[in-house]
């Protein structure tokens, strides 16, 4: 079963400030991984998709990278400002759902 | 844009109740999903549907069954609520089959309280 862990579970920085996030999954066999962002009591915003045969996708202040041999994703957010604060997730679509990892809950402070 | 709703946002039941979730999605989606999303736990997947009265079964079936007797709708049964079933309720959909690397569309949620 694919397991997908993200590190670290909290962060807090200072508006400004670039960062990233961790993803990690157990096996390789992926057709695409996505980033999503969840506000407080909200549903599921999607940030970013890569397919497998991608390194990596943009999207403004947003970068994620992908390295499925070593199961491992990155997403970096430049020039963080205090609307970044959120819960990030990680999700790895090996068949029909996806497998979640349990976030990386950010606060970025003025 | 994709649009999937939910039917309630909040829901209070009470133990042995029948609950009912609704969600909808506006954009002729073949697969709709439910996951269930608690403090430490994350994101679980409790049912999905490929079709029309297609069901699977996802990680943690048991207390719920799911409907789905049209494309745009899915709905989520807990036969008899129990205070486990306390969570947050996220319906997804997406437009293909998997390995077409298609984004899958969520909607607000609904967190239901089991008293």
């Known amino acids: 079963k694919q397991e997908v862990t993200q590190i670290p579970a909290a962060l807090s920085v200072p508006e400004g400030e670039n960062l990233v996030l961790n993803c990690s999954f157990t096996?390789?066999?992926?057709?695409?991984l996505q980033w999503f962002r969840q506000d407080p009591g909200k549903g599921l915003t999607s940030l970013l998709l890569i397919q497998s045969s991608q390194r990596e996708q943009t999207s403004g202040r947003l970068n994620a990278s992908l390295d499925k041999s070593s199961g491992r994703s990155t997403l970096y957010i430049a020039a963080s400002q205090p609307g970044d604060s959120a819960t990030y997730l990680c999700?790895?679509?090996?068949?029909?759902?996806?497998?979640f990892g349990k976030g990386t809950s950010l606060l970025v402070t003025p | 844009d994709v649009k999937v709703t939910q039917s309630s946002r909040y829901l209070v039941k009470r133990t042995g109740e029948k609950v009912f979730l609704e969600c909808v999605q506006d954009m002729d989606h073949e697969n709709m999903f439910w996951y269930r999303q608690d403090p430490g736990l994350g994101l679980r997947l409790i049912y999905f549907s490929y079709d029309v009265k297609m069901k699977e079964k996802g990680d943690i079936p048991e207390g719920y069954s799911v409907s789905r007797e049209k494309k745009e709708r899915f709905s989520l049964i807990l036969e008899s609520a129990s205070t486990n079933q306390t969570s947050m309720y996220l319906c997804a959909s997406s437009p293909s089959p998997a390995g077409s690397g298609n984004t899958q569309y969520f909607g607000p949620g609904t967190r239901l309280t089991v008293l």
């Open positions: 999700a790895v679509n090996s068949g029909y759902a996806l497998n």
């Open positions: 096996d390789s066999a992926i057709y695409n």
